[in-house]
């Protein structure tokens, strides 16, 4: 069986190809590329064409779909009607799937199901990563807000930060919120960072 | 206590309707709760709508009518009764094909363009490489009047060019890269093309057919029904927005609104030139005036006219090479739902034409025609080559089709 994932995220695609080549049997092509798509994907000549639905190409791809109808090999999104959650959840997670016609729906289902975990995976991941990246942005913030009261108010590190973190329970503030405004301030007022 | 109502759309200027009725707080006035969900592809707009993540979407007119048919997805009845706009499209071709085809400096008579353009087409299909238009969608109305003006003009759109897909946003990079000859696409992506000076402006949509139907507030049919209370307070709200939207003095402001990020994103003076009506043919050119190039309001615009709807289902059947199917013209009238709007805007002052239907493409000048608040002008509504759409006799109309022969 042949499968092939269409995704401008680099990432995500290789989290769908490792997800997928768990199935065995597959082979599976992976297209990060705008240009040039109608032409890969007639070359791949796939059963399953995996697309986020984030990709400005969809309505390109469908049209290509559309015109190979006429081909020995028509092609169509997946919709079975007998299971319209699981046409739910792929939209959920930001998959669409399109299918040679004919195809077992059954595989179809466990591939599609798969793909839907491997989305919510990387979301995980992103969100996880991003959760990651803002806290790292907030200690920076307040590192920079405790040296900035340490040189200007001759206080040691324990004393700048019970005075970030008290001023922040009086205005019913994060501390990383009170920290951001001490160094626009102090930027404000012309002070290195 | 408001309702939430989240309303699906494409980045495109005549996407503005949902989006300043809920800016401007018409929508929230009505006691609706809007949602704007982006998209990139009208498929994904499609299917968030189909799937319940979104109650109605901005959308292509001739998508609601596919989607109803079942035509590239299983039939599922859609209902439009406000029409979001009609035209503001415009044809952009590589520069240096632009001059031999148009005027400088100037929109050319469509006739006289597609003439041109007719000997350009045929060298290229001769020398084995034809001319190539990209239009945003299949099922949309830039592909049904780029067909219609083609076809008029003695070019076959499937055997003497070629026609694809490309998405508005890579419009500009598509023509630019060579990928295709010409774009008839949306603002602001024409200009776009034109501002990154990869190709110039030849025609407006509005030169093939004057008051040719756009977008459409689409939403699926049980929705309608199980919300109509809600659709008919935002159908209101629209109204109130569309008034606004040709208030000279609000252009300003609904321009900046339309750029911000999470809408457009796009450059605030392409938005502030397409809501005047005012387009940059070519790059380093002067900026010229089209009256009505995007019509949003006037003249009962947003009135969904089923007639409008049937002209549609009668391109789509010339161009899937379908036969006329009386079963589903009926499902197609269904579709416009000129009741739910009289319903949603009795007691305002909205003129609602009494008619459900008219004769299009028959006005080539100012006609009065009779609504609940008495009489409104309806000015030019002609096609380009003068062919008139008896929506009574869709079928004798495809029948005297001189293309279909």
């Known amino acids: ?193 | 206590m408001t309702t939430k109502f989240s309303i699906g759309f494409l980045p495109l200027v005549d996407a503005a309707l949902p989006i300043l009725a809920h800016v401007h707080g018409f929508a929230a006035e009505e006691g609706l709760s809007l949602e704007l969900v982006k998209d990139v592809s009208w498929a994904t707009v499609l299917d968030r709508l189909l799937y319940g993540h979104t109650d109605a979407a901005h959308m292509v007119a001739p998508l609601a009518i596919a989607t109803t048919l079942g035509r590239g997805r299983p039939a599922q009845p859609l209902s439009a009764p406000f029409v979001l706009g009609l035209n503001g499209n415009a044809i952009t071709l590589k520069s240096d094909l632009a001059q031999r085809v148009a005027p400088e400096g100037a929109l050319g008579d469509p006739v006289a363009v597609g003439a041109a353009l007719r000997e350009i087409a045929m060298e290229r299909k001769a020398a084995g490489h034809p001319f190539c238009f990209g239009v945003v969608h299949r099922y949309s109305s830039h592909n049904y009047m780029l067909r219609y003006w083609l076809a008029g003009c003695g070019i076959r759109p499937d055997e003497d060019v070629e026609i694809t897909t490309v998405p508005p946003p890579f419009c500009a990079d598509a023509l630019e890269a060579g990928d295709v000859d010409g774009i008839c696409v949306g603002e602001p992506w024409n200009s776009v093309a034109v501002e990154r000076g990869a190709g110039t402006i030849v025609l407006a949509t509005a030169q093939v057919w004057r008051r040719g139907v756009e977008k459409v507030l689409a939403m699926r049919e049980s929705v309608m029904e199980s919300r109509r209370g809600e659709v008919e307070a935002l159908i209101r709200a629209l109204h109130r927005a569309a008034r606004q939207f040709v208030d000279p003095e609000a252009l300003v402001t609904n321009a900046a609104i339309l750029a911000r990020p999470e809408y457009l994103n796009a450059d605030v003076n392409l938005i502030q030139r397409a809501l005047g009506d005012r387009l940059l043919l070519h790059k380093g050119g002067e900026l010229i005036h089209f009256p009505d190039f995007m019509f949003q309001y006037r003249e009962a615009a947003n009135f969904p006219w089923v007639s409008q709807a049937q002209w549609l289902y009668s391109q789509m059947l010339r161009w899937d090479r379908t036969p006329y199917d009386a079963d589903d013209e009926a499902k197609v009238a269904r579709v416009f739902r000129p009741d739910v709007y009289r319903s949603a805007l009795t007691g305002t002052d909205a003129p609602l034409p009494g008619a459900s239907s008219k004769v299009e493409g028959s006005l080539h000048q100012p006609m009065a025609v009779g609504t609940q608040q008495g009489l409104i002008t309806l000015e030019k509504n002609a096609f380009f080559d003068g062919r008139i759409f008896d929506p009574h006799d869709l079928a004798g109309y495809l029948a005297r089709d001189a293309y279909a022969k």
């Open chain 1, 1 to 193: 069986m042949r499968i092939a994932i269409i995704d401008e995220s680099a990432v995500r695609a290789s989290v769908m190809q490792e997800g997928l080549a768990q199935l065995g049997d597959c082979e599976i092509f992976v297209i990060t590329e705008r240009r040039g798509l109608v032409r890969r994907i007639s070359e791949i000549d796939a059963d399953i064409v995996l697309m986020d639905l984030g990709n400005p190409s969809r309505d390109v791809l469908e049209e290509y779909f559309a015109v190979s109808r006429v081909l020995a090999r028509p092609i169509a999104m997946f919709v079975d009607d007998s299971d319209e959650e699981s046409i739910g959840a792929s939209i959920d997670a930001g998959v669409s799937a399109y299918v040679v016609d004919g195809f077992a729906p059954h595989r179809i289902r466990s591939i599609l199901d798969l793909a839907i975990r491997r989305f919510h995976a990387f979301s995980r991941l992103q969100t996880e990563l991003s959760v990651a990246q803002s806290k790292l942005a907030e200690r920076e913030a307040v590192d920079k807000a405790k040296r900035i009261l340490m040189q200007t108010r001759g206080l040691g590190e324990p004393e700048a930060y019970a005075e970030l973190r008290k001023t922040a329970m009086n205005q019913g503030k994060r501390i990383a919120e009170i920290a951001d405004a001490v160094v626009t301030a102090h930027k404000l007022i012309g002070g290195a960072a």
